[in-house]
């Protein structure tokens, strides 16, 4: 034991040689050694970061919000008839449009990619007018 600390002693008084420029072993190149040093990581320790905010988590489409406009109509039209009736009816009208899309991509020969894409984009346009508000 007495000999490893003896020679990490006689390893860290030795110097090394790089070019004309002396440094001590341990030291790296382009290493920030004395004072400087020690007030830049003391600078970095007063600095806290804060805490990152979590956003809230919204059940529903964010992008289908009262926007469009037939957005107000599909808003009453909640109202009266009452959320679950009214998602009922919604759904039975979109999955009728699904349906007319399919028919219509069956006769004009589109593959089941193209017809995905359609319905994805009539999804959009929905968006868009506010029939999903």
Not at 4 to 14: D, F, K, P, Q
Not at 53 to 77: H, T
Not at 83 to 96: D, V
Not at 99 to 107: D, G, L, N, P, R
Request: charged fraction near 20%; aromatic fraction near 4%.
């Amino acid at each position: 034991m007495a000999a490893v600390v003896g020679a990490a002693l006689v390893s860290s008084s030795c110097s090394v040689g790089l070019g004309s420029k002396k440094m001590a072993a341990g030291e790296w190149p382009g290493q920030m050694k004395g004072e400087g040093i020690s007030q830049l990581r003391n600078g970095f320790n007063m600095v806290r970061a804060a805490r990152p905010v979590r956003p809230q988590i919204k059940m529903g489409n964010p992008a289908a919000s009262s926007k469009g406009i037939f957005a107000p109509l599909v808003v009453v039209a909640r109202n009266i008839l009452g959320k679950q009736r009214f998602n009922q009816l919604r759904g039975k009208g979109i999955a009728l449009h699904s349906q007319v899309i399919t028919e219509f991509c069956k006769s004009i020969g589109a593959d089941s990619k193209q017809r995905q894409g359609l319905i994805r984009l009539a999804k959009k346009n929905g968006e868009k007018l506010g029939f999903l508000a």
